[in-house]
């Protein structure tokens, strides 16, 4: 299986901030990179697949990168809205895997 | 766009089975593949499985192999999951969602499965 590991596990910062999120997959899996965002209580949505193409009605300031391994998700002006936990997905072979994920709370 | 409605919670003693399932409307559900991802308390998300309606053929991670069966009934647009041999561990969250270019689209609401004697 191919493993994926999130860092930070969980990151504070303040409205306005930009913030980096990286994922690393145990092995190349090309683009095949999705992140969801899941808010407390919530159901997970999908924000970004192939590495960088973002689903439709998500905000311009989301953003992916990266290729093979390594991966980042930024967010380049952090809204009340964001504050969540953020999981990314290998979508390159079965079985699928998920990071542990990323909180991102208020500073 | 498809919309999934799971059923309802469920308390399930150890050693026993539990079958969710996965409403679909909104759309043809034959066109959709549906997974299976479960999350336990404060913790990530993990693919279970998956079925594809229109062949109802389904795959399964090699964790849950031996304990689960994915099933799908187009007849009702509604898909299942049912995880046997329960243990504590399998207290979680119970997802269903749309399965389409090997991400997660559209999401039922979550099914609180909580094992316990």
């Known amino acids: 299986d191919i493993q994926m590991t999130q860092s930070p596990s969980s990151v504070s910062a303040s409205v306005g901030d930009r913030v980096t999120i990286t994922c690393r997959a145990s092995?190349?899996?090309?683009?095949?990179l999705v992140w969801y965002q899941q808010k407390p209580g919530k159901v997970p949505k999908l924000l970004v697949y192939?590495?960088?193409i973002l689903q439709s009605g998500v905000p311009s300031r989301f953003s992916g990168s990266g290729s093979g391994t390594d991966f980042t998700l930024t967010i380049s002006s952090l809204q009340p809205e964001d504050f969540a936990t953020y999981f990314c997905q290998q979508s390159n072979s079965f079985p699928w895997t998920f990071g542990q994920g990323t909180k991102v709370e208020i500073k | 766009q498809v919309q999934l409605v799971q059923s309802g919670a469920e308390v399930k003693k150890p050693g026993s089975s539990v079958k969710v399932s996965c409403k679909a409307s909104?759309?043809?559900?034959?066109?959709?593949?549906i997974g299976w991802v479960r999350q336990a308390p404060g913790q990530g998300l993990e693919w279970m499985g998956g079925?594809?309606?229109?062949?109802?053929?389904?795959n399964y991670a090699p964790k849950f192999q031996d304990r689960v069966s994915i099933t799908a009934d187009e007849s009702t647009s509604t898909a299942y999951m049912q995880l046997s041999s329960l243990r504590s561990e399998d207290t979680a969250v119970y997802y269903c969602a749309t399965f389409y270019r090997n991400l997660f689209e559209s999401w039922g609401q979550g099914t609180l499965v909580t094992v316990s004697s």
């Open positions: 909104g759309d043809t559900f034959s066109r959709y593949a």
């Open positions: 092995q190349d899996i090309g683009s095949w």
């Open positions: 192939s590495t960088s």
């Open positions: 079925v594809i309606p229109f062949f109802d053929t389904a």
